[in-house]
């Protein structure tokens, strides 16, 4: 049972930093609008 706790809170931990390093990435800098140049097909 606590294999798979450390399992699960493995991946959430992993998740949770990739969502955080992914928002940081994408943080519009300075003034106006955010840049959506880098994004296609939508």
Do not use: C, H
Not at 10 to 24: D, E, P, Q
Request: hydrophobic share 50%; aromatic share 10%; glycine share 14%.
């Amino acid at each position: 049972m606590k294999r798979i706790y450390v399992g699960v809170v493995t991946v959430a931990g992993t998740f949770l930093l990739a969502a955080v390093s992914y928002v940081l990435a994408n943080e519009p800098k300075g003034e106006g609008l955010p840049d959506y140049s880098g994004v296609a097909g939508m």
